[in-house]
């Protein structure tokens, strides 16, 4: 069974930051490529942000490109997402996600396991 665990998210003032991790039990973690999404209230689940197994390869939802940084440790079979300079439409539950995947993707279907999500309020 496939684990992920998710940091806790957490109040936030706006243009704060907040870094988010998802610890993965997938193996090898560095077979999988890792992905971040969103969702805020009565909103669809959305993508937020994607890596590649190497982490050479990222991708971003235009909204967050520049704000947030996705990485990964492969050693400590983890990826992070920073976030930076919050706004209020960044209030959301956030799900890690991870896919055997040859690069990144921005699909919700292209990835097989998701972490249980975690919220993060960001205050006006």
């Known amino acids: 069974q496939v684990h992920m665990v998710e940091s806790v998210g957490g109040l936030v003032q706006a243009v704060g930051s907040l870094r988010l991790s998802c610890a993965c039990s997938?193996?090898?973690?560095?077979?999988?490529?890792m992905g971040w999404f969103r969702q805020a209230p009565r909103k669809a689940r959305d993508f937020v942000a994607a890596?590649?197994?190497?982490?050479?390869?990222?991708n971003y939802t235009e909204s967050v490109n520049g704000r947030f940084t996705i990485s990964r440790d492969n050693a400590k079979n983890t990826v992070y997402l920073q976030m930076n300079s919050l706004k209020s439409e960044d209030t959301a539950v956030y799900y890690c996600?991870?896919?055997?995947?040859?690069?990144?993707?921005?699909?919700?279907?292209?990835?097989?396991?998701w972490g249980q999500g975690t919220r993060v309020t960001v205050s006006s």
């Open positions: 996600a991870a896919g055997r995947l040859a690069t990144v993707e921005l699909r919700e279907d292209a990835y097989d396991s």
């Open positions: 997938k193996r090898p973690f560095s077979g999988y490529a």
């Open positions: 890596i590649n197994w190497s982490g050479r390869i990222t």
